[in-house]
């Protein structure tokens, strides 16, 4: 038996496979596929690369020529592990006069001297006695001879068929060959004690395979790798032994670069960082793993080595964490004994700024010994010399392509990608006949893309591995598929399960296609896109094939679901894997009534409510159902559930339970509500914690007072909360407002329990809110400092946090953005360390806040950066198409708004958009989302392509319109849109926006004067009578000093209509309100009487004007004008004869003394004609005055005459 307990190196198990060349392919073959996948996976669990070491094309035609055949084969012997020989009927190369062969006994003998007493043998014979007859037992040795009546049954076949290629195949090369190889059997025979197997005559090349695979795996499990499953390993010694095996699969596959490993050795000694990029799969890898093994040597280095992807948890930032601080308290000696209760996995929450202040400690410790600390973590690659990195690839493998071949594989264009050099050497690796190796190499390298490249490999799988034994069918298809729609990936045992595969089956594809998977924590998914893009080209994702597939693996996961009940919990692993896969499998096919089964079912809910909500409110949205009726269905499953929960307390009554069944379920009615939150549907969640609370008004009685009130006053706080959110503040600030009250009250006496007092400081912070949306915002402040009084008592980082900020929002608000920026980077200091790590969704909350407020101080630039890093957190956080990366887009519109640029702002607010069209949003129901196209079509009226805009904004005004919404519109999107149709004389559109513009409370005159306009652009007769609300006489009772405002409702209302009484009340009204508008108002509004042609109602005016300012000489000058004109000398005389009383005015005094001659009181006119001429004769109206002084008194005997015949006429 062998002696050798031990690989010859720790990396790496050599299996040395010798036979002949010819005849011997089926075995081969057998090996390749179906064994040594399982070889490789069990040499790979134990961080050893599994290397057989196959010299059927390991020769070159060079190496042949040169006559190193035996050499090299030889050689490869000397490196390996284990040997496994097996014969067919041909001896192989051999002949004491083959010139070739001597030549090349000849170079081997100087290494090898034995040789020179073998000259005579064949090369296949001296691997036999290298690797085992010359010293038997000391290389582990399994040994097989096949059964000469299966050669002749396939010789016999080739001869009826005439196949000179099967007749040379399985035929001795002569008797003399022949007695050769009974010698052989001989003598193997005679060391069968050192064997660990031997078959003299194995029936055919499938059996021998199995019993070769048998072999080995015995020995491999009992011997070779034993050591690694004698001793429990520490979590650092099993962290260790993945990474080194991941490490180990890079080692030998590196071209060394000098210059690289002199940058990196550079910063050996420093506290310099260093950053290592490149494309993934160019060779980065490599280079960190052989790095990494040159600094183990150095004993001053503690060296920390991390490879992201080579263990299920090396993803996690705080995994990274605690294996640093694990490796340097192992290097100082102090590592903590590991046991269930102290491993770092099972905490449920690690305290991250702990582990950096122990990660310190330790590195001081360290470096106070004279040690330095070294942290490696591989993430990004760079490309490498692929000719060297393949040729040792396959060196490694034992084997070697010809130069020939070698260059046609690394000139090849497609090759320069390092996947498709990866696929290409793992492709030909399992390739088993050396003759067709050229064929192989074009059939790969000729493959256009990485994508194509993998179909190649997929038909290969599926000649290989369609098994006939399988009866249900396509296994290759239904494997790769489930993989490929699976969402997390898929283990094993639910493959075998779904689609019923027996292991024996299974196990052969399974390591097939182990390099080209990647398994986490046992769940299979594919290692690169291009194989998954593959396999939905090849399997043909629209095929009705596919769906099958799909539904098989639905019905498997909803019979699950159906077992599921409220003694489950969520932690259970069929309930993560039911519901990361089942609703995603239905949604993939379109299924959304089994979807909406699936999300509503409340163990489903509560696992995707805690580990995913957003994924949990995608799925809604993808439903196609309205949100209430989800919601019904989950009330319905409470109901059932609190009813189950019931009927199993009856089967124990005697048991005292805390709580009700209600009760007892009710925290999923409180997690249902925070989802529904995040969707913006407060009356959804109003119905769930009112449900809440009638159930805890009903639960009096039935469980501790002291707890249900606390409850009640939780609930009654989030109800409060919806109806902050539904906009209804009244309503909120009233219920807060008791809140308050009674939980003050218990404050002073001393009686308040710590729920509740969180709950008052919830309450006074959500006063702030609602006074915010007041607008009253130091008050808002007064209540938010309350809250922050409380917090910092609790000591709730993160509550605090947030109480800063908003805090500083209302310093935004109150002008103060300095100020606020204070408080939002003491908010930010204490978020870096809460979310240590993370790239939390309030963190990009915070940047958002941060970026306004350098808005508010013109700081675009500094606004811009932090919007940009509001995105970036957003995105990582919730995923680029999530509605909070949609408002960042619309927050950096209006960065570029503000620089003029409307065609980047268009860009941005277009992203937005796109996210809401991915997720179905409903532009009727969802306000942000009509916002955002509000924007997008305000920026196009900014470019002037209304055109454009014109067929979406009608879509949106008349939703708005419908729904009683333009309370939230856009106002500038529609006042821009409104001045296009008067521009374009659309006027049937103009008045509908107009109209709709009044029904929002964000009012100025001129939303009314549009109307107005349009109305005007109307005949008299076809003018509407508008109501009030869109109304000149509610826009006087809002703007009663706008003077515009003023003169449309009198020209449009008053003056039309002939209404005296209306028009000088309204005048009375102006006149009080516009300051310095004094009689101008009744000047103005005989104007504009006369512009409409109505004198009589301007000299009304104007009658009214001069009885309130009887000495306006403008409002007399406009009376005598119309007076003049209309010969009316009586009304004139009224008017003019007090004004004479109270001022000597030469031209009213001239006027009035015409006007009472015309009125034949003459004597008047003389005492004011004297007044006149009694001045200075330089009076301008001296001399009219004087002229008609002299004619009073012929007018005054004219007059008489004229009345005396007038009375005898009428006598």
Same mark, same amino acid.
């Given at each position: ?213 048998? &072999? ?9 790798? +034993? ?37 990196? #050795? ?6 310099? #960082? ?34 992201? =992807? ?9 995994? %990274? ?5 694990? @490796? ?67 060196? +490694? ?43 192989? %190499? ?11 490249? &993998? $179909? ?52 052969? *594809? ?57 003694? %489950? #919990? ?23 009534? =089994? ?23 995608? *799925? ?147 006063? =702030? ?32 946090? @947030? &109480? ?91 960065? $570029? ?30 306000? #942000?989302?009509?916002?955002?196209? $509000? ?33 939230? &519109? ?72 706008? =003077? ?70 403008? %409002? ?44 034949? @009181? ?50």
């Amino acid at each position: 038996m062998a002696s050798n307990s031990k690989l010859k190196d720790p990396r790496v198990c050599r299996i040395f496979f010798s036979s002949p060349f010819g005849g011997i392919e089926d075995e081969r073959e057998e090996l390749t596929r179906k064994y040594f996948p399982q070889i490789h996976h069990l040499c790979n669990s134990h961080g050893v690369q599994f290397v057989p070491v196959d010299m059927r094309w390991g020769i070159t035609k060079e190496a042949g020529e040169n006559a190193q055949v035996i050499n090299i084969c030889l050689r490869e012997l000397d490196r390996s592990d284990m040997f496994v020989g097996f014969f067919g009927q041909r001896y192989g190369w051999h002949g004491d006069k083959d010139e070739l062969l001597q030549q090349n006994f000849d170079n081997a003998v100087p290494r090898y001297p034995w040789l020179e007493k073998f000259r005579d043998k064949s090369v296949t014979e001296l691997e036999f006695l290298h690797g085992h007859l010359n010293l038997p037992g000391t290389l582990p040795a399994c040994i097989y001879f096949r059964d000469k009546e299966y050669d002749d049954k396939i010789r016999q076949e080739g001869e009826k068929n005439g196949d000179k290629k099967i007749i040379f195949k399985y035929s001795p090369e002569s008797d003399h060959s022949s007695a050769m190889m009974e010698d052989l059997k001989r003598r193997v025979k005679a060391t069968e004690s050192k064997l660990l197997d031997l078959d003299l005559k194995y029936p055919d090349p499938f059996k021998v395979a199995e019993m070769m695979f048998k &072999c080995v795996w015995k020995h491999l499990t009992e011997v070779l790798l +034993v050591d690694s499953n004698q001793i429990k390993l520490t979590r650092r010694q099993q962290e260790i032994i993945e990474h080194d095996a991941f490490l180990s699969s890079h080692l030998s596959v590196y071209s060394r670069n000098s210059e690289y490993f002199h940058q990196l #050795n550079s910063i050996i000694g420093t506290k310099k #960082n260093l950053l290592i990029t490149g494309e993934a799969g160019s060779g980065k890898t490599a280079l960190l793993s052989n790095w990494i093994e040159e600094l183990k040597q150095n004993e001053n280095i503690v060296l920390f080595y991390h490879l992201v =992807g080579s263990t299920s948890s090396s993803t996690r930032p705080l995994n %990274i964490l605690e294996r640093i601080l694990l @490796e340097f308290e192992y290097a100082l000696g102090e590592e903590k004994q590991e046991s269930d209760n102290s491993d770092l996995k099972k905490k449920a929450e690690p305290n991250v700024q702990q582990l950096l202040q122990d990660i310190q400690v330790a590195m001081e410790k360290l470096s106070a010994k004279g040690r330095q600390t070294m942290i490696i973590i591989d993430g990004l690659e760079k490309l490498k010399q692929a000719s060297k990195i393949e040729k040792k690839s396959l060196m +490694v493998l034992g084997k070697e392509l010809s130069p020939d071949q070698l260059k046609r594989v690394i000139d090849a264009e497609q090759t320069k990608n390092p996947l498709f050099l990866k696929i290409t050497i793992a492709e030909i690796v399992v390739f088993g006949y050396f003759r067709l190796l050229d064929k192989k %190499i074009d059939s790969l390298i000729n493959c256009e893309s990485v994508e194509e490249l &993998c $179909e190649s490999f997929l038909k290969r799988l599926e000649e290989d591995y369609n098994d006939e034994n399988y009866k249900e069918g396509d296994l290759v298809k239904k494997v790769l598929t489930a993989i490929s729609v699976s969402k997390e990936g898929i283990y094993e045992t639910e493959l075998k399960e779904i689609f019923h595969i027996p292991d024996s089956i299974w196990s052969p *594809l399974y390591f097939a296609i182990e390099k080209y998977v990647v398994k986490h924590s046992g769940l299979l998914k594919f290692g690169f896109t291009e194989l998954e893009k593959a396999v939905e080209k090849h399997f043909d994702s629209s095929s009705e094939d596919r769906k099958q597939i799909i539904k098989q693996m639905i019905d498997y996961y909803e019979n699950k679901r159906k077992t599921f009940n409220f003694k %489950i #919990n969520s932690t259970h692993p069929d309930v993560k894997r039911v519901s990361l896969e089942l609703p995603f499998l239905q949604q993939r096919v379109g299924d959304t009534q =089994g979807l909406v089964r699936t999300v509503t079912d409340i163990t489903v809910f509560n696992f995707l409510y805690h580990e995913n909500k957003y994924e949990l409110i995608e *799925l809604w949205t993808t439903s196609e159902h309205p949100l209430s009726k989800i919601v019904d269905n989950y009330l319905l499953n409470f109901d059932l559930r609190v009813a189950d929960i019931y009927l199993q307390r009856q089967e124990t009554p005697n048991v005292k339970y805390k709580q009700p069944p209600g009760v007892f379920a009710s925290n999923f009615l409180d997690d249902l509500r925070i989802a529904i939150s995040m969707v913006q549907q407060p009356l959804q969640g109003i119905r769930l914690t009112t449900k809440k609370i009638q159930i805890l008004e009903n639960s009096e009685g039935y469980m501790n007072e002291k707890d249900r009130q606390a409850a009640l006053v939780r609930s009654q706080y989030f109800l409060a909360t919806q109806y902050v959110e539904l906009e209804d503040y009244e309503t909120a600030e009233s219920i807060h407002h008791k809140i308050i009250q009674q939980l003050e009250k218990l404050r002073e006496e001393d009686n308040i329990i710590d729920d509740s007092l969180i709950v008052l400081a919830m309450s006074y912070n959500d006063m =702030g809110v609602i006074l915010i949306n007041k607008m009253q915002y130091e008050k808002a402040r007064e209540y938010f400092y309350k809250s922050l009084e409380i917090e910092e008592k609790i000591a709730v980082p993160q509550e605090v946090a @947030e &109480c800063w900020m908003n805090i500083g929002t209302c310093e935004l608000h109150l002008k103060d953005p300095e100020k606020a920026l204070e408080f939002f980077f003491k908010t930010m200091k204490t978020y870096e360390e809460i979310f240590f790590g993370e790239l939390n969704h309030s963190l990009g909350a915070l940047m958002t806040n941060i970026g306004l407020a350098y808005r508010r101080l013109n700081n675009i630039e500094e606004a811009e950066k932090y919007y940009l890093r509001s995105l970036k957190i957003k995105a990582n956080a919730l995923g680029w198409y999530n509605p909070d990366v949609a408002f960042v887009y619309m927050n950096l519109s209006v960065i $570029e708004q503000l620089r003029k640029n409307f065609a980047k702002s268009l860009e941005y607010i277009e992203k937005a958009e796109e996210i809401f069209k991915r997720r179905k949003a409903n532009l009727r129901q969802n306000l #942000n989302y009509r916002k955002i196209v $509000e924007n997008r079509l305000y920026y196009l009226a900014c470019l002037e392509r209304f055109e454009e805009a014109d067929e979406d904004y009608q879509h949106i005004l008349n939703i708005l319109i419908g729904e009683n919404q333009m309370e939230y &519109c856009l106002k500038g999107l529609h006042n821009e849109m409104l001045k296009y149709y008067i521009r374009s004389e659309q006027y049937d559109k103009a008045e509908k926006t107009a109209i709709a513009i009044l029904d929002q409370s964000d009012l100025i005159a001129y939303d009314f004067i549009y109307l107005n306009h349009l109305d005007g652009l109307k005949p008299f007769e076809e003018r509407p009578v508008r109501e009030y609300k869109y109304s000149m006489e509610k826009a006087f009772d809002l703007w009663p000093s706008d =003077g515009d405002v003023s003169r449309r409702l009198a020209i449009s209302n008053y003056i039309p209509n002939n209404n005296l009484d209306k028009l000088l009340k309204h005048l009375e009204k102006t006149d009080n309100n516009i300051e310095g508008l004094a009689d101008n108002t009744y000047g103005y509004a005989a104007e504009w009487c006369h512009q409409a042609d109505n004198e009589n109602l301007a000299l009304s005016v104007l009658k009214k004007g001069h009885e309130i300012y009887p000495d306006s000489m403008s %409002i007399i000058d406009k009376i005598v004008n119309i007076l003049r004109e209309r010969k009316d000398y009586a009304q004139l005389l009224d008017i003019l004869k007090p004004v004479t009383e109270r001022h000597d005015n030469s031209s009213i005094n001239f006027l009035a003394a015409y006007s009472a001659i015309m009125r034949a @009181e003459f004597d008047l006119a003389r005492d004011l004609l004297t007044k006149i001429v009694s001045k200075t004769e330089e009076d301008p109206m001296y001399e009219k005055a004087s002229n008609l002084l002299k004619s009073v008194d012929q007018f005054e005997e004219e007059t008489k005459k004229h009345n005396e015949e007038k009375e005898k006429a009428d006598s």
